[in-house]
């Protein structure tokens, strides 16, 4: 889980799962209303490239938002997982 706050009470928190050790799933990414509009869930997708980039991960995005991500950031298409 990458978050921004608590851990016991994040303000913004993007979760995601390992099914294998070449491959990370983004499953959700939900941002507090008091961050809205300060580009906090695009930092929690930077983060999960980074550390995918550390791991050699390819990443598959199946949270509507990560996924929106990707399509507009061409550079974190070295991470995506290709169909």
């Not at 993007?14 to 209303?33: D, G, K, R």
């Not at 008091?34 to 990443?59: P, T």
Request: with cysteine; hydrophobic share 45%.
């Amino acid at each position: 889980m990458f978050y921004v706050g608590e851990i016991t009470d994040p303000l913004a928190v993007m979760t995601y799962s390992l099914p294998s050790s070449h491959q990370m799933v983004i499953e959700h990414t939900e941002v507090n209303m008091a961050l809205r509009g300060q580009n906090v869930g695009y930092q929690l997708v930077e983060s999960a490239v980074e550390f995918a980039r550390a791991n050699q991960l390819k990443i598959t995005p199946v949270c509507p938002f990560a996924a929106s991500v990707f399509r507009k950031k061409k550079e974190f298409a070295d991470v995506l997982k290709k169909f």
